[in-house]
């Protein structure tokens, strides 16, 4: 047999360079002399540098483009965080504005007494009509108000399939000006509706408008954030969302003390603020390097990749991307090819993590937080302060998980995330049957209503640090390229069905569970905090083009995964 280019029989890992200090030191050595290192807290390891460019690139053809294949180790890229990449990823993740404005200001508007008796003059009935001999938990029971909140997510879901065709054929970027032209229209229809038909119509264009964004946006932070600070930037979008949700509470409080007739309009009408934000915002960025990779703009990538990174030695990068554009175009179709068994890892976490989410409870504490607040005995005012209350511990525990999730890791947030939903849910689920009672006719002290309120600010900040912004993050890094746009629409598909599902069966449910409500969303927090043990993989820190090693070395999904790399022990074997 041919003698290994890498490893002439004595070393352990083929590494084609480390960091600078290691190639000065190899360039200064006689060819193939050994250097010896060893990290702290390891065994040393010999490493074998060849000195021809032909033996190097052998190396790398064995190694699948410079990975240390023995062991899993990923190699960094050059490079530096360069306020350019910074800047743009936060104007990217206005995006997710949008989003959050909407799910905070739906809730607000459907508990605003004008609004109901405008559109839902039946629940407006049953509102007031409800008294200590009335069953509260059902005085919001409507499906023509369900269905004024869940009309958004049905057309979310169907536009998350053609987003995903823009986005690969155009763009990130054309995407997240399309989503941003839609919710712009969708806001002032509803602004102005004189009737239910118009405002599920604005509704439906607002889904479009999020359908869009919420499948390009997190692609489009995760591809051009470096990897060592990829969950930070990444985790920008769900800053937005809750930053969002916060100022549609601010909104809602303001235009709910107008008696005018009008300021459920103002809230509504207002999205167009976060709206114009994003388009804008989206004609000042540049498209990612996979993106102009894929579409064939080679020369225009490496600009951006060399500015984003800020230096010009991105050829390491660059060729990675391009032998991954290449491998992606062998792929005619990616919806047929996520069903293959390799890709059976992405296709479970494509469906499981953000089924997961939804299933926390999160979006229809966020949707109907005042009518929840006003169910159990806040006054109006009171209820949409409460929102307001939320919202900000939202936003300030979504800072926690910015800060962290680069130097913990996703795992270590996903487990205590779900342990601490799961004790104040169950907390809140034994007080209010215990208190308010299941016939609806309870009264909660004062300070039994602010224990409830300080118990779902602790649901709430669990979530705003775990599942919240990772059930983004994690899917927007684990598809290879041949995949990621059909992968990224499964996840907003799925995000949008059970975001639908739950908000058209909560009013309903909690008629119906009443305080079981939420101890049946804390079971579904301990089975998701199981799935994360046992099947989540750690991602921190690994390149978004070499995420496949992750699932190499998975106790239970390597054996899904196609094993095309040479290993320095096959090579041996063969010499």
Known sequence: MRPSPCFHGASDLCLIFLDDQAKRRYKKEPSHQRYRGAQKGSRSKTLAFPRSPQRRRACAEMAGGGL???????????????????????????????????????????????????????????????????????????????SFTSSLYVAGLISTYFASMV????????????????????SAINGVAMNVAMLIIGRILLGVGVGFANQAVPLYLSEMAPP??????????????????????????????????????????????????????????????N???????????????????????????????????EEAKKVSDPWSSILRPEHRPHLVMAIA?????????????????????????????????????????????????????DKFGRRILFL????????SQVAVGAILGTFFGDAGTGKL???????VLALICVYVAAFAWSWGPLGWLVPSEIFPLNIRSAGQSIVVGVNFFFTFVIAQLFLMALCHLKSGLFHL??????VMTLFVVFLVPETKGVPIEEMTLVWKKHWFWKKYMLDDRITPSEHRRED
Not at 445 to 451: D, K, T, V
Not at 521 to 526: E, K, L
Request: with cysteine; aromatic share 10%.
């Open 68 to 146: 240390a294949p023995s062991n899993g180790d990923v190699k960094h890229y050059n490079g530096r965080v360069t306020s350019f990449v910074i800047v743009t990823c936060v104007i990217a993740a206005t995006g997710g504005l949008i989003f959050g404005y909407d799910i905070g200001v739906s809730g607000g508007v459907t508990s605003m007494d004008e609004f109901l008796e405008k559109f839902f003059p039946s629940v407006y009935q049953q509102e007031k009509t409800a008294s200590g001999s009335k069953n509260q938990w059902c005085q919001f029971d409507s499906q023509m108000l369900t």
């Open 167 to 186: 986005t690969q054929a155009f763009g990130r970027k054309s995407s997240m000006l399309f989503g941003g032209a839609a919710f712009l229209l969708g």
């Open 228 to 289: 060592q600070l990829r969950g930070a930037l990444n985790m920008g979008f769900q800053m937005a969302t809750t930053i969002g949700i916060f100022v549609a509470g601010l909104v809602n409080y303001g235009t709910g003390k107008l008696h005018a007739g009008y300021g459920w309009r103002i809230s509504v009408a207002l999205a167009a603020v976060p709206a114009l934000i994003m388009t804008l915002g989206a004609i000042a960025l540049p498209d990612t390097p």
């Open 291 to 325: 993106s102009l990779v894929e579409r064939g703009l080679r020369d225009q990538a490496k600009a951006t990749l060399q500015k984003i990174r800020g230096t010009d030695d991105v050829e390491a990068e660059l060729q990675d991307m391009i032998e991954a554009t």
């Open 353 to 405: 993590i953000p089924m997961f989410q939804q299933l926390t409870g999160i979006n229809v504490i966020m949707f109907y937080a005042p009518v929840l607040f006003k169910t159990i005995g806040f006054g109006d005012s009171a209820s949409l302060m409460s929102a307001v209350i939320s919202g900000l511990v939202n936003v300030f525990a979504t800072t926690v998980s910015i800060a962290t999730v």
């Open 416 to 423: 205590e995330g779900g342990i601490q939903m799961v004790v």
């Open 445 to 451: 002290s004062p300070g039994l209503a602010n224990l």
């Open 521 to 526: 969303f804390a079971a579904f927090v301990v």
